[in-house]
């Protein structure tokens, strides 16, 4: 069964600008195309996309999903190269978390500060236009 670019986005929710990126950096294969230059997709293409897609949902990086497609097609393989590739990418998460936390103090401490004046006294104004202060907290942490 073969499907158009249209039909593969919709199956799979995937923009088509998107579906022809991947082709491009070579995490879809190029599908055979029509007499008319169409692309013609079959179901194999739609399973290895929504593959694609979860992987971006859960923050894996181009790299990491490329190097687990060719993992994945070795079945028979043990898994340890895949965990490896999961445990980092929790490392990851994990340090995007931290740094996730600190923004959102610092964002609080400015706005407990902020003295409900004008805009010209605003702290949040003020600590926008001046990083030093955060960055300082941050080496401190």
Do not use: W
Request: net charge neutral; with cysteine.
């Amino acid at each position: 069964m073969e499907f158009s670019i249209g039909e593969l986005a919709r199956r799979t929710r995937v923009k088509v600008p998107t579906i022809r990126y991947y082709e491009q950096i070579g995490l879809l294969p190029s599908p055979p195309r029509t007499e008319g230059k169409q692309r013609r997709y079959e179901a194999s293409d739609a399973s290895r996309l929504n593959f694609i897609r979860h992987a971006r949902e859960l923050g894996f990086e181009v790299d990491a999903i490329r190097e687990l497609l060719a993992l994945s097609a070795k079945p028979n393989q043990p898994c340890a190269d895949i965990d490896d590739i999961a445990r980092r990418h929790i490392g990851e998460i994990d340090q995007r978390i931290a740094h996730l936390v600190s923004l959102r103090a610092e964002l609080q401490r400015t706005v407990d500060e902020c003295g409900r004046g004008r805009v010209c006294e605003c702290r949040v104004i003020e600590t926008l236009a001046d990083s030093s202060h955060y960055h300082e907290r941050l080496a401190a942490v």
